[in-house]
C-alpha cells in the first residue's frame, strides 16, 4: 500500500510538471514572440563572399527601413560556412539609421549564434537570429542590420548571401548593403543604375503591445432593463478604425446582445446596447484580434443583473383604492346612522 501509494504521488507531481509545461509553451512564449510578423525582406541572391577578421575579409550590413512599429524580435540571414568547424560566433546587431562616416550608428539589439549553428556549404538558407531584448522600431525610420564574427579566414569560413539587381532588379527600396574592409563601413556597390547590392535578409516585428477597457452605464441593471457598454482600445500603432471587437460573457448571470457579439472600431472605440436577461453577476469580455501592426489584447467589465421590478395593473390599484374607500363610508354610516 505504501508502494502505491508513492507511484500515486509521483504519477501526480509528473502530471502537475507536465502541466505547468504546457502553460509555458502556450501560454507565455506565444506572448513573446508567436504574434512577430514578417516585415521587411529582401530573397534574391546571386553571390556572395565571407565574413571574417583578422586580418579582416570583410564585415557586411544591410539598412532597411521598417514598415511595422513594435519590437523587433528577429533578423534572418542567408548565411553558411565552408571548412568552418571551429570558427568563432556570427554577431547580429541592430543599430539606429545607416552607416554616417563610416561608422554605425548607435547600438539597439545584438545576438549571436555559434558555429554548429550555422548550415555548411554555401548560403542557401535563412538562419535566424532573434534577440532576446528586441530593438523597438519604428513605422518609416531606417536602421542596420550588422554582421560580424571573430573568426579569421583559415582558409575558410562564414559566407553570406549577397544580391546584385544589375540593370533588371528586383530592386528593395528601403535599405542598401554595406561593407566594412578595414577602414569603415561604405556603401556596396554593384552594376546598373542602381549601383547598389543588398544582402539577403528578412526582419519580424512583435508589433505594438496594446490593451483594451471596458466601462458599461449603468454598471447594474434589472432584468430586462438595458446598459450601454464600450470597448476602447490603446496603445496600439497606424489606424484600428473599422476594426471587429468580439464581445462575450460569462458569469451566473447573463444578457443578451440585440446588436450581435461584435461592434466596429469607430477612431479607437465602439460600443453595444445590452440587455439584463438573468440575475447575477455578468462579466463581459470585448476582445481586439489583432493586426499587422498591433498585438491582440482583451478587456473585461463586471455587470451585475437584478431581479425584475414587480409591474401591478393600474386595475388593481384603483380598485383597491375604491375598495378602500368604500370601507371608510361603510364604516362612519355604521357608527354615525343620523347623518345619512
Known sequence: MVSLSRRLRGLAFSLLVLVL????????LPSVFATSRLDQQQVNNNGDDTIATSPLEAFYAETFTAGLGGP???A???IGKT?????????????DGSPSGGVLGGLLASTSLPTGSIPSGSPTTFVAFTFSTPATVVVGHVYTIAVTTSSAISPNGYVIGLFDPGSLGPFYSGGQAYVNFGGGWGALGGSGPCVCSYLAFKTFVQGATT??????????????????????????TGSVG?????WSQTGTGSITFPSGYTCNLSGASC??????ATAGGVTLQASYPGDPYNIPSSGT????????????????????????????????TIKNPKKI
Not at 375604491?322 to 363610508?329: F, G, I, Q
Open 301 to 332: 467589465f463586471n455587470l451585475t443583473v437584478t431581479p425584475p421590478i414587480p409591474e401591478y395593473p393600474y386595475g388593481l390599484l384603483v380598485l383597491a383604492m375604491l375598495m378602500l374607500l368604500t370601507y371608510t363610508v361603510i364604516k362612519r
Open 76 to 78: 534572418d540571414l542567408l
Open 72 to 74: 523587433l524580435t528577429e
Open 211 to 236: 490593451s483594451m477597457s471596458v466601462s458599461c452605464i449603468p454598471s447594474t441593471v434589472s432584468a430586462g432593463g438595458s446598459a450601454t457598454c464600450t470597448a476602447t482600445l490603446s496603445g496600439f
Open 21 to 28: 509545461i504546457s502553460l509555458a509553451a502556450g501560454c507565455i
Open 83 to 95: 571548412g568552418c568547424s571551429s570558427c568563432g560566433q556570427v554577431v547580429v546587431e541592430i543599430h
Open 271 to 276: 460600443s453595444v446596447t445590452v440587455t439584463g
Open 242 to 246: 473599422g476594426e471587429t471587437i468580439t
